[in-house]
């Protein structure tokens, strides 16, 4: 029987581990053990449910788009739970001099579907208004200068609309989502849409209203279940042997032999054929040293912290109508990176008559809270959304997480050194990377991939060459 260890629970481990069960129930001769460091299941996927509250500490949603992870939600059951974002009042305000003022309607990231809806907007200055409009105008320039290697998003943002744009929502979008710096981030590795458009037309602009134009109306920009993103952990944990889990088992260390890999937790060494290694990156790379230098070379990358504190208020709130607002980092005013209006996003996630917000920390400002205490965050976080919107109630319900070097950065060059990665590590090591550092944060990525490196793994001879 070919004996598999899973290093790491969080979405990436836990789907790999299920994937495993099914394998092994169809009748594939294998076992696995998932190793995890903390108490539960789950790592950055965490919703909590109370007084009528659903919660979400990590991801309350993920891109419909991506069919991924509504596929695995269908399989274990959950289609009935599944739910759009309220897309009809979507709306993402910017903050601007202390303001909050909306981004134009039709807005894809940074490309305005409809450049005359700026002309209804004042979060653009006429300078930034001309550039969207001249990006239209430079469609042959702009696809001939296309460069032919990786490159910054800002680099990228910045030759198609300037400055102003890039600061005031390519900045905010982005560093929330890849823990990033823009001068850094690889636009290949995180925009990797708008890279193919530009090659195309040259304009994102008419690439984008020629694809609106081309395709079917788009379904709703976010999908999400009703009681929350942990329900697709705990289908997944519920279906696996209950030996395969050994929670609060932390692995210090990986070794390669020539039957396969030793891994060592304080409890003891044991000999696995296989190992999925789907901690976050930086642990991986640690746990992969030793015994590959290279690859742990190729694996060093920048994470970010992120912090959220998230308020449930019984009395009746107004808040602007919408999913919430950002705000450009280094943009003085507020400490806070973005904030959710959780129950105007989804419907269900507050009792009738309350609200939930959550506001998020990011960047240099998540890293000094980390040993902030809980009663702290809340109430930095609680004086910088009332700064914003005004005096708010007392919560009945305040819930704070940390969640420490989070969020890898892409940074420029990042897919060609995964591709390398790749090849070092490739299966005849019977070694599988997983997990947000490698090809994808979100969830419908790291679904799609931890089930495919379960069905190679199965496949795969036993024999370390
Ligand atoms: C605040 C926030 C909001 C987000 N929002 C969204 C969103 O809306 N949509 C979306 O798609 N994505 C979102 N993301 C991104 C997404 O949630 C993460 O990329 C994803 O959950 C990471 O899953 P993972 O399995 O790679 O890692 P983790 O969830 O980090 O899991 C890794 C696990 O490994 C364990 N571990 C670590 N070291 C060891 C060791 N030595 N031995 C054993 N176990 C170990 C950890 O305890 C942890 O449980 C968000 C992220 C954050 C931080």
Known sequence: MKRIAIIGGGIAGVTAAWQLSRLAAEGADLEATLFEASPRLGGIVETVREAGFIVECGPDAWVTEKPWARELAEELGLGDEIIPSNDSTRKTYIMQHGKLVAMPDGMRMMVPADVDALDRSNLFSEVAKSAFRAETTMAVELKAVAPEHDESVASFVQRHFGTEVLDK?????????????????????????????????????????????????????????????????????????????????????????????????????????????????????????????????????????????????????????????????????????????????????????????????????????????????????????????????????????????????????????????HQRVRSDQNLWLLGNGYRGVGLPDLIREARSAAREVAAHPATVR
Not at 292 to 307: F, I, R
Not at 318 to 329: I, R
Not at 383 to 401: A, K, M
Request: a neutral charge.
């Open 169 to 421: 929502i390519g900045a905010p979008l982005l560093s929330g989502v890849f823990g990033g710096d823009v001068t850094r981030l690889s636009v290949r590795a995180v925009m990797a849409p708008f890279v193919a458009m530009e090659r195309a037309h040259g304009s994102l602009i008419l690439a984008l209203q020629q694809r609106l134009r081309e395709s079917a109306p788009q379904p709703q920009i976010f999908t999400t279940l009703k009681s929350g993103t942990s329900s697709l952990i705990e289908k997944m944990v519920a279906q696996l042997p209950c030996n395969w889990v050994k929670l609060e088992n932390t692995v210090r260390a990986i070794k390669k032999s020539s039957t396969g890999w030793q891994i060592e937790t304080a409890s003891g060494s044991n000999r696995f054929d296989a190992l999925l290694l789907a901690t976050p990156v930086d642990v991986a790379r640690n746990l992969l040293r030793p015994t590959d230098p290279t690859a742990a070379d190729l694996m060093q990358m920048e994470t970010s912290s992120a912090v959220i504190a998230a308020f449930g208020f019984q009395a009746p709130l107004e808040l602007p109508a919408g999913f919430g607002f950002l705000v450009p980092p280094g943009s003085s005013g507020s400490r806070l990176l973005a904030a959710t209006f959780a129950d105007q996003k989804f419907d269900g996630r507050a009792p009738a008559g309350s609200r939930l917000i959550r506001a998020f920390f990011g960047g240099a400002t998540a890293d000094s809270l980390l040993n902030t205490s809980d009663e702290d965050i809340a109430s930095l976080a609680m004086e910088e959304l009332q700064q914003i919107l005004g005096p708010l109630p007392d919560p009945v319900l305040t819930v704070v997480r940390r969640w420490p070097r989070a969020l890898p950065q892409y940074a420029v060059g990042h897919l060609e050194r995964m591709a390398e990665l």
